[in-house]
């Protein structure tokens, strides 16, 4: 895959001329990104979403998160954290407001659309309305930064449509994985 592409180089340029990051630092944060988006490539979960790791590059590439992590990495090459910092945290809340959005228009009818319904499940694991909502919306979140690189068959599929068809099984199952991931960062 060419890695150079025209793509890659308008939006370099366009982190150096926003930011005034010398062009030759934002094409070495382009080389590090790149390194990291191949290794997420690796992953035992990208080759079941049937991508190969040529694939999932290209699949990821113009997405707003690999802009979001290169623009990041530049400025924390150029010396400026905390505007590296400040940039990935504005990403990950328009990130997360627009996965909030689309979660709570979805219908009644759906799981996810049914507070009463997902906060029964919740307590089947023991958690309070609180920590259901908490994990159900890093759950969501997760799904929505990972929707770019969804299976072929499920290509045509919005967010939206992805999240109507979590079933009581899968949610039950998310928790779970949420609290486990959970106790493990309080570890």
């Known amino acids: 895959m060419n890695h150079n592409s025209i793509?890659?180089?308008?939006?370099?340029?366009?982190?150096?001329?926003?930011?005034?990051?010398?062009?030759?630092?934002?094409e070495n944060a382009q080389r590090i990104t790149l390194k990291h988006f191949h290794a997420e490539a690796q992953e035992p979960a990208v080759a079941l979403a049937g991508h190969a790791c040529d694939h999932y590059l290209r699949l990821a590439i113009?997405?707003?998160?690999?802009?979001?992590?290169?623009?990041?990495?530049?400025l924390l090459i150029a010396d400026r954290e905390a505007d590296g910092r400040l940039h990935w945290e504005a990403y990950v809340q328009r990130e997360a407001a627009a996965a909030t959005a689309i979660h709570r228009a979805l219908p009644k009818t759906a799981l996810l659309g049914n507070?009463?319904?997902?906060?029964?499940?919740?307590?089947?694991?023991?958690?309070?309305?609180?920590?259901?909502?908490?994990?159900?919306?890093?759950?969501v979140?997760?799904?929505?930064?990972?929707h770019p690189y969804r299976p072929a068959d499920q290509r045509h599929l919005t967010l939206a449509d992805t999240l109507t068809q979590i079933t009581d099984d899968d949610l039950a199952a998310l928790l779970v994985q949420g609290v486990l991931m959970a106790l493990r960062r309080t570890d």
């Not at 890659?8 to 934002?26: E, F, N, S, Y």
């Not at 979140?141 to 990972?146: C, E, H, K, R, S």
């Open 115 to 139: 507070s009463e319904a997902v906060h029964r499940i919740g307590r089947t694991f023991g958690l309070t309305k609180e920590a259901t909502n908490e994990l159900t919306a890093e759950i």
């Open 7 to 26: 793509a890659l180089k308008a939006l370099r340029a366009r982190i150096a001329r926003r930011h005034g990051i010398h062009p030759d630092i934002v």
């Open 62 to 74: 113009p997405t707003t998160r690999f802009a979001a992590t290169l623009t990041s990495s530049s």
């Open 141 to 146: 979140l997760t799904l929505a930064v990972g």
